[in-house]
């Protein structure tokens, strides 16, 4: 199956004409391509991103790249893996459908079945888990395993399980760690109540479509089939249980129920060969000292500068990434120590803009940059990248316009108008599907040792510059820099 080269190429009209009035298409690196016949004179007719055209045969490759995709999904996080071995991995699905949107997109349809080899669910705040609600009732997709970080939230006083002090220190001890202490809250009517958590994790169970539920945390080392030693390695570092008085797995209380659910995120580091990517959920300043202390061994608020370069450079060892996913959409509630030991080349803030907390915040964008590594520290925004000039950079319109359709429909009168209405709200669900997938999405494409960030431009500047892309290539040293275009 052939694949787009490094790191863009371009489809044209006709053969051997490489100038822009012939351009019909720009591809980016690991886009799939149909050929559709043998070449002629270094150029094969090829079919990609719905154009059929020209391409030269330099700008093919056979090797499947990984992708990771950063979906615009407003305010929450949402990100949809495809490995090299194309398995599909979502983590987090946002608050609303635009995950599922995008897929839908993406899958065509969701026409025949399709498996992915994973959910995760890195904590149960709803601008996280949310938007697996619709993605769970699609009859045609299945999932090997649900993850999520082993707080469930459930009916009561105690909404995310009793808790115990021992000394100083408070305990989650109710963690839910596998299926069957999962349906103790889920089949219990009483347990779950009208709680979106349990309830969404009761739909899929219900379903069918999941082959298990169960909790993901530092006591598994990696996500199963990415153990590490493998080409494509998927470390979890948080949540991080400790034992209680019987061997149970219980959870640090983070003085509050917001902060300890957001503090025990599920957090993967991914390596593929040479490069490394951290995907931190919404941790904040209690939980990243915790897990600083956890995987050094040393004081998370050093007294001197020694001290504090010392811990950076033994965290290091855990935490440096070339690409981090900001935690907690560019949240103000973050250590800059932690910051400094992420220290990436890239970050990406997944932030929406209907929203009142004003992600992502200043100082989180100013601590990116400083703490970044090289010369250029890059900044990805979902947010920024959503600004298009077409009907929904003005959603108000939109919207207003599915409303009077939907009156129309219910005031319609014959079948031939109901037809009509309804090939109108397809095609407004079609613009919105076409959007989510293509502006706003930070597309992240790599083999292992060079990578680029793609995304739509407002504006293309003609046929052949559609993409704003960035490129990070390995520098004499060996190691990933930013390679200015």
Same mark, same amino acid.
């Given at each position: 199956?052939?694949?787009?080269?490094?790191?863009?190429?371009?489809?044209?009209?006709?053969p051997?004409?490489?100038?822009?009035?012939?351009?019909?298409?720009?591809?980016?690196?690991?886009?799939?391509?149909?050929?559709?016949?043998?070449?002629?004179?270094?150029?094969?007719?090829?079919?990609?991103?719905?154009?059929?055209?020209?391409?030269?045969?330099?700008?093919?490759?056979?090797?499947?790249?990984?992708?990771?995709?950063?979906?615009?999904?407003?305010?929450?996080?949402?990100?949809?893996?495809?490995?090299?071995?194309?398995?599909?991995?979502i983590?987090?699905?946002?608050e609303?459908?635009?995950?599922?949107?995008?897929?839908?997109?993406?899958?065509?349809?969701?026409?025949?079945?399709?498996?992915f080899?994973?959910?995760?669910?890195?904590?149960?705040?709803?601008?996280?888990?949310?938007?697996?609600?619709?993605?769970?009732?699609?009859?045609?997709? %299945?999932?090997? $395993? /649900?993850f999520?970080? +082993?707080?469930?939230?459930?009916?009561? @006083?105690?909404? #995310?399980?009793?808790?115990?002090?021992?000394?100083?220190?408070?305990?989650?001890?109710?963690?839910?760690?596998?299926?069957?202490?999962?349906?103790?809250?889920?089949?219990?009517?009483?347990?779950?109540?009208k709680?979106?958590?349990?309830?969404?994790?009761?739909?899929?169970?219900?379903?069918g479509?999941?082959?298990?539920?169960?909790?993901?945390?530092?006591?598994?080392?990696?996500?199963?089939?990415?153990?590490?030693?493998?080409?494509?390695?998927?470390?979890?570092?948080s949540?991080?249980?400790?034992?209680?008085?019987n061997?149970?797995r219980?959870?640090?209380?983070?003085?509050?129920?917001?902060?300890?659910?957001?503090?025990?995120?599920?957090?993967?580091?991914?390596?593929? %060969?040479?490069? $490394? /990517?951290?995907?931190? +959920?919404?941790?904040?300043?209690p939980? @990243?000292?915790? #897990?600083?202390?956890?995987?050094?061994?040393?004081?998370?608020?050093?007294?001197?500068?020694?001290?504090?370069?010392?811990?950076?450079?033994?965290?290091?060892?855990?935490?440096?990434?070339?690409?981090?996913?900001?935690c907690h959409?560019?949240?103000?509630?973050?250590?800059?120590?932690?910051?400094?030991?992420?220290?990436?080349?890239?970050?990406?803030?997944?932030?929406?803009?209907?929203?009142?907390?004003?992600?992502?915040?200043?100082?989180?964008?100013?601590?990116?940059?400083?703490?970044?590594?090289?010369?250029?520290?890059l900044?990805?925004?979902?947010?920024?990248?959503?600004?298009?000039?077409e009907?929904?950079k003005?959603?108000?319109?939109?919207?207003?316009?599915?409303?009077e359709?939907?009156?129309?429909?219910?005031?319609?009168?014959?079948?031939?108008?109901?037809?009509?209405?309804?090939?109108?709200?397809?095609?407004?669900?079609?613009?919105?599907?076409?959007?989510?997938?293509?502006?706003?999405?930070?597309?992240?494409?790599?083999d292992?040792?060079?990578?680029?960030?793609?995304?739509?431009?407002?504006?293309?500047?003609?046929?052949?510059?559609?993409?704003?892309?960035?490129?990070?290539?390995?520098?004499?040293?060996?190691?990933?820099?930013?390679?200015?275009?």
């Amino acid at each position: 199956m052939p694949f787009c080269a490094y790191p863009s190429a371009v489809v044209y009209a006709t053969p051997g004409d490489t100038s822009k009035r012939n351009a019909i298409q720009h591809l980016i690196w690991g886009d799939w391509i149909t050929l559709l016949g043998a070449p002629q004179k270094g150029w094969v007719p090829v079919r990609a991103r719905l154009e059929t055209g020209w391409i030269h045969q330099e700008d093919i490759q056979e090797n499947r790249v990984l992708e990771v995709n950063f979906v615009d999904i407003g305010e929450g996080d949402g990100c949809f893996i495809v490995t090299p071995q194309d398995h599909w991995i979502i983590i987090d699905a946002g608050e609303g459908d635009n995950m599922v949107r995008f897929l839908r997109w993406r899958f065509r349809g969701f026409k025949r079945k399709f498996t992915f080899e994973g959910a995760i669910i890195t904590h149960p705040d709803k601008d996280h888990y949310g938007g697996f609600e619709p993605l769970f009732k699609e009859a045609n997709v %299945r999932f090997n $395993t /649900i993850f999520h970080n +082993g707080i469930v939230e459930r009916a009561g @006083e105690d909404s #995310l399980g009793p808790t115990i002090k021992v000394g100083r220190t408070r305990y989650l001890t109710d963690v839910i760690s596998d299926y069957e202490s999962l349906r103790s809250i889920i089949d219990d009517p009483e347990r779950r109540d009208k709680k979106s958590y349990p309830n969404l994790l009761r739909l899929v169970s219900e379903s069918g479509r999941a082959k298990d539920i169960r909790m993901l945390c530092s006591v598994d080392e990696a996500l199963p089939g990415y153990e590490a030693g493998k080409e494509l390695a998927m470390r979890v570092l948080s949540p991080v249980p400790e034992k209680g008085p019987n061997g149970e797995r219980w959870l640090r209380w983070f003085g509050s129920m917001s902060k300890t659910k957001n503090g025990h995120s599920i957090v993967l580091h991914l390596r593929y %060969r040479n490069v $490394t /990517i951290l995907l931190g +959920g919404d941790l904040n300043v209690p939980s @990243e000292k915790y #897990l600083l202390r956890y995987y050094t061994g040393l004081d998370p608020e050093p007294r001197t500068a020694v001290e504090e370069d010392g811990l950076v450079q033994v965290a290091r060892d855990t935490f440096q990434s070339d690409v981090a996913k900001a935690c907690h959409h560019g949240s103000g509630d973050f250590t800059e120590l932690f910051l400094q030991a992420v220290n990436p080349l890239a970050t990406v803030i997944s932030s929406g803009d209907d929203e009142s907390h004003s992600h992502p915040r200043p100082d989180a964008l100013g601590a990116a940059g400083k703490y970044g590594r090289g010369p250029r520290p890059l900044i990805f925004s979902t947010e920024l990248g959503r600004s298009t000039k077409e009907t929904l950079k003005h959603p108000y319109f939109f919207r207003q316009r599915i409303k009077e359709l939907a009156k129309q429909l219910d005031q319609a009168e014959t079948e031939t108008e109901k037809k009509a209405i309804r090939k109108q709200l397809d095609e407004l669900m079609k613009q919105l599907e076409r959007s989510i997938a293509i502006y706003g999405m930070i597309n992240l494409r790599t083999d292992g040792n060079k990578l680029i960030f793609a995304q739509k431009l407002e504006q293309p500047r003609s046929k052949m510059e559609k993409w704003d892309i960035h490129r990070l290539e390995p520098g004499p040293d060996g190691r990933l820099r930013y390679t200015p275009s």
